[in-house]
């Protein structure tokens, strides 16, 4: 996990999916989508557990923000229902490279990769550091963020919401097997889960008044309460 938060944090300071068809290039440039908020329960009694849960998330969202966010200056390369950047980036050749696909059905896909030198003679050759899709209402989102040392898949981070409003957000921590499972209803409500190899681990649910329950399999296994 520590070379995860290694990778991301060496992102940061240089920062400072395929699924419909193709559409017409008339819609526009395509806009960062917007990125959600989610919390756990209004209480202080609540398991720490589910707020860090929920700040760890938000890392991730304010990741994505700010890459994306470079874009606001930038006239990109337009070719069909593909937009592409290609934005300076920290010390060093380092070049940030966006790609925005528009598709027929209003959702967007994203991919953001590095090329260049560091000025530590790191290179990196079309090193990916995320990919996602949003919808055209953001109604739901998907993204898949990458170990910038090695390369391979961290976290995948998907969410939607229902015709009532309530966000349901899946979490997913590759090299374990780790999912954990967070819902957050419009009254302040909601669930959260973690779940190894398929095993549960810990449960919650929480009223709109922050009280709630808990179930820790990892040791008694017994609900208890917390207001």
């Known amino acids: 996990m520590k070379r995860v938060w290694v990778g991301l944090v060496v992102v940061l300071a240089l920062a400072g999916l395929r699924c419909s ?17 989610v919390s756990g329960p209004a209480s202080v009694n609540a398991p720490p557990q589910i707020a860090q849960k929920a700040g760890e998330i938000l890392t ?52 953001v990769v590095l090329n260049g030198q560091t000025a530590d003679s790191t290179r990196y050759n079309d090193r990916q550091l995320f990919i996602g899709k949003a919808a055209e209402d953001n109604r739901s989102q998907a993204w898949t963020f990458y170990d910038l040392l090695t390369g391979d898949i961290t976290h995948k981070i998907s969410w939607s919401r229902d015709k009532d409003g309530t966000l349901m957000l899946d979490d997913t921590f590759s090299a374990m097997q780790a999912v954990w499972r967070l819902v957050n209803s419009r009254d302040g409500s909601g669930s959260y889960s973690y779940t190894l ?27 208890e309460s917390w207001e």
Do not use: C
């Not at 329950?213 to 296994?221: R, V």
């Open 21 to 37: 068809e193709p559409s017409s290039p008339e819609a526009g440039v395509p806009e960062p989508p917007v990125m959600i908020a």
């Open 60 to 111: 991730y969202f304010n990741f994505v923000q700010t890459t994306l966010g470079d874009l606001s200056g930038d006239a990109p390369a337009v070719n069909s229902n593909i937009y592409t950047w290609e934005i300076p980036a920290g010390s060093g050749t380092i070049v940030k490279k966006i790609k925005a696909v528009r598709r027929s059905d209003g959702s967007v896909d994203w991919t």
């Open 197 to 223: 190899a398929g095993v549960a681990q810990f449960s919650a649910t929480w009223r709109a008044d922050g009280s709630g329950s808990y179930t820790d399999f990892t040791a008694s296994g017994t609900p």
